[in-house]
Every structure is written in structure tokens, then in C-alpha cells.
């Protein structure tokens, strides 16, 4: 049973599977088009492309195995196999099959694609379509802002219609998608927030990672941080941003996150200082105390 005011992903997992599936992050050696193609890449993103710190030296098979035989260890039985550096679907389609295909190994559950709007085309959609006859599949779907002029400032390069596009050809092949979404980004407001979940409820969109923005050496953002180009509020208008998104967004929507986890090294600013956790608890808190929970607000659908 979930006792918390938002349906959260552990939850719902041990629900569907019967015990906790972990996530095992992976470097398949993937880039980006945004980055190679003399763009410059979003102003945040650094240059391992958003992963954290897995051995890309290894092949994709050392990386599972190496991290599943220690989770076995703890008792996990079974597993995540998740896509999350750079742009996983930038690449031939029979790439991309035998790729994923190596990443099937046994106790492996969900198959998690981590990628771009722009870089949805009917081939991967094939493609994934074909994987989830075997496997659990999840398209997770970069929107971080429904604010044009948000996306712009952050050089996504990608407009908000590629992302709806994307996301309502992948569900209509049933293959299920999470987005991601900035709650503290300088050039939203509390309504853009809010306006974010309506339109991820609206789509039907089953699942969305809630990220605090970081800032990382050596990337545009800190260029414009160290000028005092760049203010990211305080910890206590991050949380009230959640808890709006959260209230706006339909009951349904499973929470694959709520605050980001900053590298140790090379970040500027993180979370205010503060650990994940705490910054979990203090959002956690503050909708048990004032009664807000997921969906309270949300449109009728």
C-alpha cells in the first residue's frame, strides 16, 4: 500500500512485479546530435551527456553483469536495464536492435530508453514495438519545459509539438513513456510548472522524473552562473513548484523521481547544499502537513 501523497515508482513496482526491480544504469557509447553538430548541446548538459558514472571502457554486457552480480549479493533479483547517457536512439536502426538485444540478460525486466523528442522515428518505434513482445519497455522523453522561450534559453533544441508528437505515436503503439521535467528552471514560472502537468496528464503519459537543476563544470550553464547570470531560487520555492506540479498532474502518473542526484565531482550547485534525501523528505513533509497530494488539483479526464 502507498502512504505517500504521490504514486511512487518503488511502489508501483513491487505492486506489478512482486518485489523491487533495480536500475542499472548504462553507457551503450551513444552521443548526441545536439552536441555533435556544432550546436553546443543544452546549456546543462555535461559531457559524460547526463549519465552518471559508468565505466563506458566496459562493454555493455561487463556493465550489467558487473553491477547485477553485486546487487544479487543484496538480495535483488531483478533488474532495470537503463539507456541514460546521451541520446539512445541516435543510431541505425540495427544498431540500436543489437544493442538492446545485449542488454537482455536473464532477471532483466524493463528495457528503459532514454532519449530526445526529435529522435523518435517510426523505425525505433518499430523497433521498440518488437522489444516489448519480450520485455517491458520504457520511452523516456526529454521535455524539461512547456515554455517555448524556456527551451530556447536552455538551447534544447527540440519545440514542445515534436515532443506531444513523440510521445502520442510511441503510446499509440502502447509502448509506455516517461518525460522529464525541471521544476526550478530560472525562466519558468509556478504556472508554466503547473501547465507542464496538465499537458503530461492530457497525453496520457504514465510516468515523470522530477529533476532539481544542477550545475556542472566545463558546461554553458556555469559559465553563466560564475557571472551571476543565473538564479535558481531558493530550496523552499523548488519544493513548492513540485508539490504544484504534482497536485496538477493526474493521480495516475507514476513518480520515477523527485530531485536530482548531482555528481560528487565538478558540481557548482546542487540541491542548496542539501543531501537527495533531505530535500525528498522536506517536499514529502510539507504536503503531509498542508493535506496536498498528487492530483488534487488536477483536470478531469
Known sequence: MNHKPYKDLKTHLRLKYGEYVHRVPLDAGFSCPHKVNGIGGCIYCDPSGSGFSVDSSLSLREQLFQRISL???????????????????????????????????????????????????????????????EVDVIL????????????????????LAQFVDSSLRARKRGIEVVTHVIANLP????????????????????????????????????????????????????????ILFLEHLNENVIIHRLVSDPPIEGTL?????????????????????????QGIKALAI
Open 71 to 133: 546487487l544479487r549479493k543484496k538480495g535483488i533479483g531483478k533488474f532495470m536495464a537503463y539507456f541514460q547517457a546521451n541520446s539512445n536512439t541516435y543510431a541505425p536502426t540495427e544498431r540500436l536492435r543489437t544493442v538492446y538485444r545485449e542488454a537482455l540478460i536473464e532477471d532483466v525486466v524493463i528495457l528503459d530508453i532514454s532519449t530526445r523528442p526529435d529522435l523518435v522515428s517510426e523505425e525505433v518505434l518499430d523497433l521498440l514495438e518488437e522489444f516489448s513482445e
Open 140 to 159: 523516456e522523453l526529454g521535455l524539461q519545459s512547456i515554455n517555448p522561450n524556456t527551451l530556447k534559453a536552455i538551447n534544447r533544441g527540440h519545440t
Open 187 to 242: 525562466w519558468d514560472t509556478e504556472e508554466d510548472v503547473c501547465e507542464a502537468a496538465r499537458l503530461i496528464s492530457v497525453l496520457g503519459i504514465e510516468g515523470v522524473k522530477i529533476h532539481s537543476l544542477y550545475i556542472v563544470e566545463g558546461t554553458e550553464l556555469a559559465r553563466m552562473y560564475k557571472k551571476g547570470k543565473v538564479d535558481l531560487g531558493t530550496a523552499e520555492q523548488f519544493v513548492e513548484r513540485v
Open 269 to 293: 550547485f546542487g540541491n542548496w547544499g542539501m543531501s537527495k534525501i533531505k530535500l525528498l523528505n522536506m517536499i514529502e513533509r510539507k504536503m503531509i502537513i498542508e493535506g496536498r497530494y
